[in-house]
């Protein structure tokens, strides 16, 4: 039995974290100020299925409560991991209050680390980024995939690998981006046990069905209960998709595996196989649900990435790791028919 902080462990990728911890007998602490909808309802829902559970509900910005959460839950013994998926989510969020992204993502990943290193230092811990922090990635070309009705890179067969320069855009990428490089850092400086996930687009049950953040779940509600759905851009859109149980195998080989390398970044994803554009994938949800969408095309947003699918090459060589859920299963289990 492990002993195990996850902040943000209300949310929906936290929540079937805690899940799949509490169900191997781990004693979990979830931080979380369920701030975002449908927290404090998956929250509950945890509480019901009994376990080691523990709860220290407020903000990771401010640093004496994130403090006083793990001084008490280090007081007998260190934690042995720590998860810190707590975030602003929002790219549009982060730039209509880009001081409030900075502090959550920023500050708040800041003092995360900082308690780690001063309660647990031993404590293996995960950052949750985000493959914004790869830019815009205007300089890449992409074609029409003969393989779907989506785009692919060109000459990019596998995808943007973690070698692919640091260049984050948007509030929100910088954001998350300078909460990555405090964990990256504390490896180095403070020889702690951290890893970097760079996740493209996760999608699974539970996850909060709004338009702004988490696309693949509001569509699934848009198209079943008949919603105005705003396409922005032609459709066409690609990303690689990673349904959260494979996610949250991977979390588990992380903290269960041997040490990382000092400063271990990784990118996470469906990679080539899951990619979809967005007409694919409403196109999917209509045919499972037998509704027809009712959708309207906008003009596309400043920031976001035309095309985006995930080499894991160097995740699978480090923990033997592969996504196994396809589009087609992982929809299918989003709406609640497998
Ligand atoms: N879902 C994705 O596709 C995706 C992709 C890349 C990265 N990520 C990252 O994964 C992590 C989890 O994302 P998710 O999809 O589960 O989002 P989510 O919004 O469902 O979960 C985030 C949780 O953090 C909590 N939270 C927000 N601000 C907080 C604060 N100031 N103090 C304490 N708790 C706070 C929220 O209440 C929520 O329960 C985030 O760090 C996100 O940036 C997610």
């Given at each position: 039995?492990?002993?195990i902080m996850v902040?943000g ?14 169900a ?7 931080i ?6 449908g927290s404090t ?5 945890t509480?019901?299925l ?34 810190h ?7 549009t969020?982060?730039?209509?209050d880009?001081?409030?992204d900075?502090?959550?993502n920023?500050?708040g990943s800041?003092?995360?680390i900082?308690?780690?290193r001063r309660f647990?230092?031993?404590a ?9 922090v ?7 070309g ?16 596998e ?11 948007t ?25 970097v ?17 988490g696309?693949?779940?509001w569509f699934?509600?848009?198209?079943t ?20 149980d ?6 588990l ?12 970044t ?9 990619s979809?554009?967005?007409?694919e ?7 499972l649900?037998?509704?027809t ?13 035309k095309v985006?699918v995930t ?17 087609e ?8 028919i497998?």
């Amino acid at each position: 039995m492990s002993r195990i902080m996850v902040t943000g462990g209300a949310g929906f990728i936290g929540t079937t974290l805690v899940r799949a911890l509490l169900a191997r007998g781990d004693e979990v602490v979830v931080i979380d100020d369920l701030s975002r909808p449908g927290s404090t309802e998956r929250l509950d829902a945890t509480r019901q299925l009994g376990g080691a559970l523990h709860t220290e509900i407020g903000d990771i910005v401010d640093g004496d409560f994130v403090r006083a959460a793990f001084g008490r839950h280090c007081e007998a013994a260190p934690l042995d991991a720590v998860y810190h998926l707590a975030a602003q989510v929002a790219v549009t969020w982060s730039m209509e209050d880009p001081a409030r992204d900075f502090a959550v993502n920023a500050l708040g990943s800041f003092h995360v680390i900082e308690a780690a290193r001063r309660f647990c230092p031993k404590a293996r811990c995960l950052y949750m980024s985000s493959n914004k922090v790869y830019g815009g990635l205007e300089d890449l070309g992409f074609e029409p995939d003969p393989a779907g009705d989506r785009l692919r890179l060109i000459g990019m067969p596998e995808g943007i690998g973690n070698d692919r320069p640091f260049d984050p855009q948007t509030p929100y990428g910088v954001s998350k981006g300078t909460g990555e490089a405090y964990f990256r850092d504390a490896a180095r400086t403070w020889g702690m046990e951290t890893v970097v996930l760079r996740a493209s687009c996760i999608y699974g049950p539970r996850q909060s069905q709004q338009e702004d953040q988490g696309w693949v779940a509001w569509f699934g509600k848009a198209v079943t209960e008949g919603l105005p759905l705003r396409i922005f851009g032609d459709g066409k859109t690609t990303r690689d998709m990673l349904f959260v149980d494979d996610l949250v195998d991977l979390y588990l080989r992380i903290v269960d595996g041997p040490a990382p390398t000092v400063g271990c970044t990784l990118n996470v994803g469906g990679s080539a196989a899951s990619s979809r554009s967005l007409l694919e994938v409403v196109r999917a949800l209509e045919r499972l649900s037998g509704k027809t969408a009712n959708m309207s095309f906008l003009d596309e947003r400043s920031g976001d990435q035309k095309v985006f699918v995930t080499d894991v090459s160097a995740t699978t060589a480090a923990y033997g790791w592969a996504p196994t859920t396809g589009p087609e299963v992982g929809l299918k289990r989003l709406l609640g028919i497998d």
